[in-house]
């Protein structure tokens, strides 16, 4: 359900260097040409190119790319021709370094990844910053929000379907208590929140909506100025539902007065590999018209063609 | 600094398993056969003997040996023929179901091993238990020592030995303060044992000696009894001194009326293709005997002629 779209015969990592050389060469940059090529190959064949490109030219392809672009479009093109787990160590380090409670990528990277994938995040966080993830968050966030994103990126869930439903009974009924007397900050409900494995937390989820008459993000929703609040509700929209939890994060970036893009820049880039025809689906379901045309109407130029290009818009 | 010690003509795995297998027929098993084969090879070998022993038998070869085997020697060959990830996984898990604040199992995995150990540890739970480890830890722990043990279970620490001075003094500062306040469970004390790299903590504590006049450890002992005390005090041994850790489990195994067999296997199966030879010659500089002829004073039968063959004595 990725709307990436790759051609049938795809050139050799060095032809498409030459290409991207040719895009870079003299006055102005080709910009077109680079979203002809960049847009349209995977992230094993991305990290192919890079690799040709090092060893043919002697240069990182991120800088070239980097000299060559700018603004919007410089980030879109950047973001996605890293590689998944350093892109989205990347994300987690700006995050932590500019941390403020209503910023949700930490909470985004820990929930909608897979277990290997977030390992796969802290492993990349190593190697760039010579630090933990875990180690940063922790360093650079406080007091609840502390003691709940913690353990959330350090989390290796279980993946497996099984489900124990005594336990997402008796966890559900823990939950209704704990949010009915406001103790949203209980070590339990973050404990339940940051270590059951997905499957049992949309069983204890469902348990509750059926046995206490709401779904749990409704109980969630007391206060809506509540950054906690908002955190644990994004919490539980990234584990049960990614798609509406990123469909929302773009129809906010968008309706804004001025376009979030750096928001819209990272759930394009993040999801068009994964599940961005269903994220596309549930706009659709949700505004009545379509993702891509939402997005060309509130964007210009390449960025616009960039991100057009990953929606799967063969043409762009 | 292993003791392990392995012939320089090693059988084929095959061969191996066939000697095995006549171990165990007739009446009676010879133990002395089993100990002269599996004490002296290492995990790569002994996961292809495994892997042998089910292709040729049908038949799991933990298995076997647990039919022929008995008691403390049936334990020491069990969980040394283990994986050491699978092994660890398995001691976690006796340690999690059976938990008391006076158990340092877990500490000990989650510290004396290496960031890539205990990730594979926690790998080897998924596979076995259907569910991760810091959710076992979690929902069997309570209070202060949940706060700690849920993190460092966790903890993907960095392995580089890079360290900030600056912060190593200030974090001396901050867990002085906490601990000349008897704030030991301190939000703040607790993040930084659970998540700074080794050789940081390492530089934290020797400013703190110098600053402050006093080992960390030594400070943390104002109350012997304090069992959430002594586990600090295991976390900060095993980080950085892991010989005189295990020392210590070992002197007092074999101390107590009675040996306390299950520490002196753990420790034995999992030290000795590490260090146990650095464990033994810190046990040396402690004790004036030595550690070989404590455990051979201590334990008797096949239990004794294993341990000393896995310590590195050629005609066990």
Redo the contacts between chains.
């Keep these: 359900m990725a709307t990436l779209t790759i051609p049938e015969a795809i050139p050799s990592p060095a032809e498409d260097c030459e290409q991207l050389r040719k895009a870079f060469k003299g006055w102005g940059t080709n910009e077109n040409l680079i979203i002809s090529i960049l847009a349209h190959r995977n992230a094993d064949q991305r990290r192919a190119i890079r690799r040709a490109y090092a060893e043919i030219y002697g240069e990182e392809l991120l800088r070239s790319l980097g000299d060559e672009t700018t603004g919007d479009f410089e980030m879109v093109v950047l973001l996605w021709t890293m590689d998944p787990a350093e892109r989205d160590a990347w994300l987690a380090n700006e995050a932590v370094r500019k941390w403020k409670p209503s910023n949700h990528v930490l909470i985004e990277i820990a929930c909608a990844r897979t277990s290997v994938e977030l390992?796969a995040v802290?492993?990349a966080y190593?190697a760039t910053y010579?630090?933990?993830?875990?180690?940063d968050v922790?360093?650079h966030t406080t007091g609840d929000f502390?003691?709940l994103l913690?353990?959330l990126v350090?989390?290796?869930?279980?993946?497996?379907a099984?489900v124990n439903v005594a336990l997402a009974k008796s966890e559900a009924k823990m939950l209704h208590e704990q949010i009915s007397e406001k103790a949203y900050n209980h070590?339990d409900l973050i404990?339940i929140l940051t270590?059951?494995?997905k499957a049992q937390l949309t069983a204890t989820f469902n348990h509750y909506n059926n046995e206490f008459g709401n779904p749990i993000n409704k109980d969630l929703k007391s206060d809506p100025k509540d950054e906690f609040l908002a955190a644990l509700r994004a919490i539980i929209r990234c584990i049960c539902c990614p798609e509406r939890y990123f469909e929302k994060v773009i129809r906010l970036a968008i309706s804004r007065v001025g376009t979030e893009e750096n928001a819209l820049t990272r759930v394009i880039v993040t999801r068009a590999e994964v599940d961005l025809k269903v994220i596309k689906d549930a706009y659709y379901k949700r505004n009545s018209k379509t993702m891509d045309r939402a997005i060309a109407h509130d964007t210009v130029g390449h960025y616009e063609d960039m991100l057009l290009a990953l929606l799967g818009h063969e043409n762009a």
Tied chains: 1, 2.
């Design positions: 390992f802290r492993q190593h010579k630090r933990s993830l875990e180690e922790g360093a502390r003691k913690v353990p350090s989390s290796y869930r279980y993946e497996g099984e070590e404990r270590t059951r494995s």
